[in-house]
């Protein structure tokens, strides 16, 4: 099961977050300092925790300058207020163990002041009303009573009715033709049916009519029969910081006591070195009796069996510091010329268990002897390694500013193990740095901020903010991106914009999906923000002969900037690419969302709730974005509405596309390889 869409209100800065959505692998929160972010992690670690985390406490959790107005002068019930909310998805294996018509379901869960829960099941057929069976157990009661009344020895009294009727009045006299159908009385009714079964006639008209209320109410207790399921498939929220560290040496008689003695210490980094020996598959007192010495006069038999307790550690400790270096060279990018070909060694020697870094030449030093970046790469893998591998498999992650130690380029290595992590563990994490907001991520972003206390922390689902310092970290990966593209590859694309950028990737995406060819590896591909800027860019760059196309749209903006002669004389008309030079259809003005119509209506209909197929297809040759923008009203983005591509097409091949948009696609990615040849 996965999150797909949450919220937080009352929770310190947060008074209301708003809904913001949760994509299926990575999520990235950004947004400057004191925005709330981390508030926002501890909210959701609280919907779900693990073992060991505590609840909401009001006092503490409820923002402090609404306190009294509303805890204490009680106008909030913490009984009914609800913190944090999270509405969740199945997957896919998930979905083959229930009805068909149950699989889209949405389970919502949500945790209140008083850490009492909630959940219901949304999307699924609607709840069943009384009046779906009120007349059919009205019209089946006289048939009972008769044939109950006939059955009784005669004279005898009360009349067996008379108990029938007040058994089916009792489960029934509250409610009326609109109550819901809760599985209680569903219970209650079936048990009243059975029991009564034997004075309905066989073969009749009323039989038949039992079999209808049996079925109906078997909808029932299938409904609360899923809703259960769901909770039992919640996944656990985990939230990881920067605070953990392992430390280089552990005594081991010193942490078994003090693990023993439930008097752990934060200042000799004992969450850090528990996770480590679960990860090793080790207790601190296992390894610690490994580490005394055997009596000189023990048997043979006893000195062969302390051997193999000794080999068994250190065949297990070799295997462990293997799979470790593995994931550190991974982000590490060892340089043997600069000496960085490191590899990670645990060793137990007699009470003191030791994390070493071994160099290219042999030389091992302490863990706490290498840079700050590489004890927190080694300590997050330790930790992340052993929670996942214990009773955290189903488990949402939480990072708090991970790899802020790391340098630059480090991050963006430790990007893609990010990546790599929200394939087995859906991911949010929070970040200040560009390094770690990929230039083909930005649709993966939610942007966090606080305008004033009194509103409060907010989550944008859009790419926008008040605060010029929430856009930060997008602005300079953007920025990053863009200079490492600039003026040192051959081959350049340039785009009106983000979202162009978005189709066009997307689109190479699901050709390479298919085996078909997609863009050029070596093409940069660089949106401009509009179409008057493609010029500057464009001429720019062929000034420093390089080779450039433009791609533009084939509105009026589009033909204003595809005309200018100083884009023509730099780069010439065959290397201007039009959309209308390869859309099919009947728009006479074509942009580049025209090329995905029908997709992007069949998108827009059923991942935003904009109705626009009867308004499309009345106006067929009006652009889809204007179609679009006149059905969602002020709910219509253009980023909006890319990004839901982009979630689409990680999930779809390019056979899902419509023929037209099929020849589309591979016409305008066969152009921009032929015009950057």
Same mark, same amino acid.
């Given at each position: 099961?996965?999150?797909?869409?949450?919220?937080?209100?009352?929770?310190?800065?947060?008074?209301?977050?708003?809904?913001? %959505?949760?994509?299926?692998?990575?999520?990235?929160?950004?947004?400057?300092?004191?925005?709330?972010?981390?508030?926002l992690l501890q909210a959701l670690q609280k919907l779900n925790p693990p073992a060991g985390v505590s609840g909401f406490d009001p006092l503490r959790d409820y923002p402090r300058s609404k306190y009294d107005e509303d805890i204490e002068c009680g106008k909030i019930d913490p009984s009914k207020f609800?913190?944090?909310?999270?509405?969740?998805?199945?997957?896919?294996?998930?979905?083959e163990t229930i009805p068909i018509e149950y699989r889209d379901l949405v389970y919502v869960y949500g945790k209140r002041l008083d850490n009492s829960t909630w959940h219901r099941l949304d999307n699924i057929p609607a709840q069943l009303l009384y009046n779906a069976i009120d007349k059919d157990i009205l019209r089946l009661l006289p048939h009972i009573e008769s044939n109950a009344d006939a059955a009784q020895p005669q004279g005898t009294l009360p009349a067996k009715s008379v108990k029938i009727r007040q058994d089916i009045n009792s489960i029934i006299q509250t409610l009326t033709a609109t109550s819901t159908l809760t599985n209680k009385i569903a219970t209650e009714i079936i048990k009243w049916l059975d029991a009564n079964?034997?004075?309905?006639?066989?073969?009749?008209?009323?039989?038949?009519?039992?079999?209808?209320?049996?079925k109906v109410l078997a909808t029932v207790a299938?409904?609360?029969?899923?809703?259960?399921?769901?909770?039992?498939?919640?996944?656990?929220?985990?939230?990881?910081?920067?605070?953990?560290?392992?430390?280089?040496?552990?005594?081991?008689?010193?942490? $078994?006591?003090?693990?023993?003695?439930? *008097?752990?210490?934060? =200042?000799?980094?004992?969450?850090?070195?528990?996770?480590?020996?679960?990860?090793?598959?080790?207790?601190?007192?296992?390894?610690?009796?490994?580490g005394m010495v055997t009596p000189a006069n023990s048997s043979s038999e006893e000195v062969q069996k302390y051997k193999d307790i000794l080999d068994r550690r250190d065949y297990r400790l070799n295997a462990a510091s293997i799979r470790l270096t593995d994931e550190i060279c991974r982000v590490w990018n060892p340089n043997t010329d600069k000496g960085e070909a490191s590899k990670l060694r645990i060793k137990a020697d007699g009470q003191y268990l030791k994390v070493v870094v071994e160099d290219?030449?042999?030389?091992?030093?302490?863990?706490?002897?290498?840079? =700050?970046?590489?004890?927190?790469?080694?300590?997050?893998?330790?930790?992340?390694?052993?929670?996942?591998?214990?009773?955290?498999?189903?488990?949402?992650?939480?990072? %708090?500013?991970?790899?802020?130690? *790391?340098?630059?380029?480090?991050? $963006?290595?430790?990007?893609?193990?990010?990546?790599r992590l929200s394939e087995a563990n859906q991911t949010i994490f929070t970040t200040h740095s560009p390094f770690l907001v990929g230039a083909n991520e930005l649709d993966l972003v939610r942007v966090v901020e606080m305008i004033n206390r009194k509103q409060g922390t907010l989550v944008h689902t859009?790419?926008?903010?008040?605060?010029?310092?929430?856009?930060?970290?997008?602005?300079?990966? *953007?920025?990053?991106? *863009? $200079?490492?593209?600039?003026?040192?590859?051959?081959?350049n694309l340039v785009l009106e914009g983000l979202t162009d950028y978005w189709y066009i990737e997307a689109i190479s995406s699901l050709l390479a999906s298919d085996k078909k060819a997609c863009i050029d590896d070596k093409?940069?591909?660089?949106?401009?923000?509009?179409?008057?800027?493609?010029?500057?860019?464009?001429?720019?760059?062929?000034?420093?002969?390089?080779?450039?196309?433009?791609?533009?749209?084939?509105?009026?903006?589009?033909?204003?900037?595809?005309?200018? %002669?100083?884009?023509?004389?730099?780069?010439?008309?065959?290397?201007?690419?039009?959309?209308?030079?390869?859309?099919?259809?009947?728009?006479?003005?074509?942009?580049?969302? %025209?090329?995905l119509r029908d997709t992007l209506i069949a998108i827009a209909e059923s991942s935003l709730g904009w109705s626009v197929i009867a308004k499309a297809t009345q106006q067929a040759t009006r652009p889809i974005v204007d179609v679009m923008e006149d059905s969602a009203k002020k709910d219509f983005s253009k980023y909006k509405l890319a990004k839901a591509f982009l979630r689409w097409a990680r999930e779809a091949t390019f056979s899902d596309l419509t023929k037209d948009e099929q020849s589309s696609c591979i016409a305008i990615v066969d152009k921009i390889n032929k015009a950057l040849k």
């Open positions: 099961m996965r999150l797909i869409k949450a919220r937080v209100q009352g929770y310190r800065s947060i008074i209301d977050s708003g809904y913001f %959505d949760v994509e299926q692998m990575k999520t990235i929160l950004v947004g400057p300092n004191e925005a709330g972010k981390t508030a609800t913190v944090v909310e999270g509405h969740f998805a199945l997957s896919d294996e998930e979905k079964l034997s004075f309905i006639t066989e073969g009749s008209q009323e039989e038949k009519r039992y079999d209808k209320i049996k299938l409904r609360d029969n899923i809703l259960t399921q769901c909770n039992d498939k919640l996944p656990t929220f985990i939230l990881f910081n920067n605070y953990f560290r392992v430390h280089p040496s552990i005594h081991l008689l010193n942490l $078994a006591q003090r693990i023993e003695q439930k *008097l752990l210490d934060d =200042e000799q980094y004992d969450y850090g070195n528990v996770c480590l020996l679960k990860f090793l598959g080790f207790t601190a007192n296992e390894l610690s009796k490994a290219e030449l042999g030389v091992e030093v302490e863990l706490n002897q290498r840079s =700050e970046g590489f004890q927190w790469l080694v300590s997050f893998f330790v930790v992340f390694f052993s929670e996942s591998s214990d009773e955290h498999r189903n488990a949402i992650l939480l990072l %708090d500013e991970p790899g802020m130690s *790391l340098h630059g380029l480090k991050q $963006a290595e430790f990007r893609e193990t990010l990546s859009t790419v926008t903010a008040a605060d010029s310092a929430a856009l930060l970290p997008l602005q300079e990966a *953007l920025g990053y991106d *863009l $200079a490492q593209s600039l003026f040192f590859n051959q081959k093409i940069a591909m660089i949106p401009a923000n509009c179409a008057g800027k493609v010029v500057y860019f464009a001429t720019i760059l062929h000034a420093q002969n390089l080779k450039v196309a433009a791609l533009l749209d084939s509105d009026s903006e589009g033909d204003l900037a595809a005309n200018q %002669d100083t884009l023509v004389n730099a780069l010439g008309n065959k290397k201007i690419l039009r959309t209308k030079d390869v859309y099919k259809g009947k728009v006479a003005a074509p942009e580049i969302e %025209d090329l």
